[in-house]
């Protein structure tokens, strides 16, 4: 063999090996890391490039898209490890008013969730897709999370308090006034691992149009913590205008909140919380202004809030790096199903959900 037909057979087969590499190297890949190297490369979309989709999107699920779902917008390249290529944004439900504070039930396997202006609780049901009323009247609730015994939290516009359902049907008054003074209209809560539960008042509820006349503020708008085990309510900073949205880091040690237009953070001193300062103030395509109202963490530090056009998620350093595009105004997420990577979000008349290749860092 000269060496002309030596060199063309071992170019062939080093060819053939790389290809036989190739078709290997796929079926080690792990699912999650075969979505991400799915996705395309080049430049990401400025803020300002980012249009809606020349044809509207039909929510049905009678015409599905082509993968990645167009609506799910990278911003930066740290978001796409956060995303599964092969996932669409579905709409679960329609015909609320004002959809509000989703929470994950893990042992119901079933999500709640506020309508306020029909002073209800909503439940959809994960193994048949089912939607019932959950509780009516709710006391206009917003915000709900559930504890570490599995018990529903209710921040209640209408009855101005905090309350929890026991199991046998019970409730009980975790918070309803500071200092001899009525709370305005508490709006999210969360739990910590101390047994402590952890929300914000500001007045949004007492001067809505929902829950009836508009009310007197008797105490100005703030974050409060109430211990675990003696009940006791501590108001945790007065470095707050007019909280909304609250979740913890992963570690606990720093405390998010949404707040008049922008997202704040605080550490976390024991039962106050201390050092806090402005994480982010979003923008929205075209260069207007995007607030967030409800948040949530998840496992990697990042922060998901519900923000126009829909979703924003923020960068624990605090830049925005990528979107959820939907149709209506979100007003609170959190993440559930059986390995907390399925994203829930309550927009205006809807619910819908996308599953993630990340988790939630807590219990929602």
Known sequence: ?????????????????????????????????????????????????????????????????????????????????????????????????????????????????????????????????????????????????????????????????????????????????????????PNDVVVHPDGSIWFTDPTFGINGPYEGNPAESEIPPGIYRVDGSSGRITKVTDDATMPNGLCFSPDYSRLYAADRGETRVFDINGSTLRNGRTLVRMVAPGGGRSSADGIRCDAQGNIWAGANPGVQIVSPEGDQIGMIRLPEVCANICFGGAKRNRLFMTASQSLYSLYLAVQGAHIC
């Open 1 to 185: 063999m000269n060496s002309s037909a030596n060199t063309e057979k071992q170019s062939a087969l080093k060819g053939r090996r790389r290809i036989l590499g190739a078709l290997a190297g796929a079926t080690l890949i792990p699912f999650a890391s075969r979505s991400l190297l799915a996705q395309p490369g080049g430049n990401l979309p400025a803020m300002d490039d980012i249009s809606p989709l020349a044809t509207p999107r039909d929510w049905s699920g009678n015409s599905p898209l082509r993968y990645p779902d167009p609506d799910v917008i990278t911003l930066d390249a740290r978001f796409r490890r956060l995303v599964q290529f092969n996932s669409p944004i579905q709409r679960l439900h329609t015909g609320t008013l004002w959809a509000e504070g989703p929470a994950w039930d893990g042992v119901g396997k079933y999500l709640v969730w506020s309508d306020i202006p029909n002073n209800a609780q909503m439940r959809w049901i994960e193994d048949d897709n089912r939607v019932t009323t959950f509780r009516r009247p709710s006391g206009n609730s917003n915000g709900n999370t559930f504890d570490f015994q599995g018990r529903q939290l209710a921040c209640e516009h209408g009855n101005r308090r905090v309350a929890r359902y026991e199991p046998d049907g019970t409730v009980t008054v975790i918070a309803d006034s500071f200092e001899g003074k009525r709370l305005n209209s």
